[in-house]
């Protein structure tokens, strides 16, 4: 950690990190004021929150419709098949869709092709590339996230639900009335934390997926901090990106944890 | 009661939806991996344009003889698995030396040394500033890069801090009482209750290295000392974007064995997975624990 001083210095290797000139945030006022920060800062939070809108409850809903699903074994190998990927590295998955998505054989274009329509490049087009990104992560992330709600749901008392049926709530009414509410402070919780991580956009499957086509939508302060650093050697440079991004980080997530301590006993510290 | 049970036609309905949607989910995430089951066996005319198939005419092990013979798939394996073991046995030692201390309320200075420990966890000088360490430590381009930075782990230490913490007290003073130092009580009374936890955790450490790619990528250039992973890594995802010319020559020198090279990344990919695959129905069982393990902490 002490080597972050480089990044208030004029760093050269040869005079080493304590050898080099200080040099008056010189690299925080040309972060501030350089177009490609300013690309990668608007690309991670758009990225984030895409991730947070769509990504976030998508586990809410599977958690709910597996609860609907009476046949027990059944709903055990369905929710085994769901959290295969999450064992799965972005190196490997990423492999997985280039193959499965591949213009040339992939089976999706294939049938596309079959139906009429015109192959789609899935990963090279800028304007399809976000959508490719958020849900190969909600088909990646779905099921495991579905795992703690599940486990909540089982927790609720049987009887509640069979008030319920009595008074004649049908399957809906009481996943509306009984499940949400029930689930509504580990939702408000996971929620709160979710929006902590709010500049990690996802660097392993970002790096392994994106390709220059794509750049322009797909650059994050992650994966910009690794092409300045150690593709550029920008030392100095790239590890002030990464301090401010730390330091942005650190402030995010003491916050939402002070909130989720204040609303419930779950703080994580 | 069977007036409870006749459902309503909505309800029929729902039910014939939600089942549908889970049998179509459990596809979509299945089928893709079965495709490249099928390219991987392929003979290369099929491999060029392989479509939309649920099985193939012939299976050719061509692929898997080329990646097992020509290539560092063999070496790649040892390096995974060095570092998944080694690396998952000496983060647990690593761990408990730490999280058994630490669970003794009467230790001095107890919770600085905590709030030193847990300040790692959410505060790091970032990849550059580690980057430079490990080049000034001389561990570029050795496979303890792969062990030694994460040998300790901040979370997996406070995890089994807590457990200990929640070991009945009288079971180690009787140990004391009878002559046995700290050492003895923390190795052989402590630990030994620990294990569902340690399993636990060692199988998500294990994971956690098979999948590692990325120190792979930064800290080493020897091609003898690569995880499987980033050999992964350097066949299908850079031959995709940045162009990675070892790679397409060794797709070059393929074509006089009549292998496509979507046959060789395939089966790569396969055999990345496959150890992972295999004792995939052990390993989630222990995972699901895990999540309520670490729901407990704090």
């Known amino acids: 950690m002490y080597g972050v001083v480089i990044a208030f210095k004029d760093f050269k290797p040869v005079k080493g990190i304590l050898g080099s000139e ?23 939070i758009y990225i984030s929150l895409l991730r947070l809108a769509f990504g976030f409850p998508a586990p809410i809903i599977l958690a709910l419709l597996l609860n609907e699903i009476g046949h027990v074994k059944f709903k055990k190998i369905t929710q085994t098949i769901s959290y295969l990927p999450v064992f799965m590295s972005w190196v490997v998955l990423a492999g997985v869709f280039f193959e499965f998505l591949s213009v040339q054989r992939g089976p999706v274009n294939y049938l596309i092709k079959v139906l009429g329509g015109q192959p789609v490049e899935f990963f090279t087009d800028k304007r399809l590339f976000i959508t490719m990104l958020i849900s190969t992560g909600i088909w990646q992330g779905v099921g495991w996230g579905a795992v703690i709600y599940l486990a909540s749901l089982s927790s609720i008392n049987p009887e509640l639900y069979e008030s319920a049926e009595i008074d004649g709530a049908n399957r809906f009414h009481k996943a509306v009335h009984i499940s949400i509410p029930f689930l509504t402070p580990v939702i408000t919780i996971l929620f709160i934390l979710n929006l902590g991580g709010i500049l990690n956009a996802g660097f392993d499957q970002i790096f392994n997926m994106y390709n220059p086509l794509v750049m ?15 593709l550029n050697a920008e030392y100095d440079f790239s590890a002030a990106v ?6 942005v980080g650190v402030i995010f997530i003491i916050i939402s944890n002070s909130i989720v301590a204040r609303i419930s006993e779950y703080g994580i510290w | 009661m069977s007036i409870l049970k006749k459902k309503s036609i909505g309800g029929t309905t729902f039910d014939v939806l939600n ?15 079965w495709n490249l089951i099928l390219l991987s066996f392929s003979d290369q005319a099929e491999a060029t344009n392989l479509g939309f198939r649920l099985w193939i005419k012939t299976w050719d092990t061509a692929a898997y003889n080329y990646i097992f013979t020509h290539n560092n798939i063999p070496m790649g394996y040892v390096n995974t698995i060095f570092r998944a073991f080694a690396g998952t046995i000496l983060m647990l030692i690593m761990c408990y030396l730490g999280a058994y201390p630490l669970a003794k309320k009467n230790l001095p200075g107890r919770n600085i040394i905590t709030i030193f420990f847990l300040i790692t966890m959410f505060f790091g000088g970032g990849l550059i500033p580690s980057y430079l360490l490990i080049k000034k430590i001389n561990l570029m381009n050795s496979r303890w890069v792969y062990i030694i930075p994460g040998i300790f782990s901040t979370y997996n230490m406070i995890i089994m801090r807590n457990f200990i913490m929640s070991i009945d007290k009288e079971l180690e003073e009787a140990a004391l009482i009878d002559g046995a130092n700290y050492f003895d009580v923390a190795f052989k009374i402590v630990a030994p209750l ?12 294990i994971v956690g290295h098979w999948n590692s790619w990325f120190d792979c990528l930064i800290y080493i250039k020897d091609e003898n000392k690569y995880v499987l992973q980033l050999i992964v890594r350097r066949m299908v ?38 150890p992972i695959i295999l004792i995939y129905p052990f390993l989630q069982k222990y995972f699901v624990k895990g999540i309520m393990i670490g729901s407990l902490k704090g």
């Open chain 1, 22 to 44: 200080w040099n008056n945030f010189q690299h925080f006022k040309d972060l501030f004021s350089s177009v490609g920060f300013f690309r990668v800062f608007k690309n991670t």
């Open chain 1, 216 to 230: 322009e939508v797909s650059d994050i302060i992650d994966t910009y901090v690794y092409r300045m650093g150690l």
């Open chain 1, 242 to 247: 990464g301090l401010f991004k730390n330091v």
């Open chain 2, 194 to 205: 620990l294990k569902p936890v340690l399993a636990t955790i060692a199988l998500w450490s």
């Open chain 2, 237 to 274: 995802v850079q031959s995709q974007g940045e162009q990675d010319f070892k790679s397409l020559e060794a797709f070059n020198r393929l074509s006089e064995i009549k292998i496509h090279s979507s046959n060789v990344k395939s089966a790569v990919i396969l055999v990345t997975i496959g």
């Open chain 2, 19 to 33: 089942y549908t949607f889970m049998i179509l989910f459990s596809i979509s995430i299945i089928y893709p991996f």
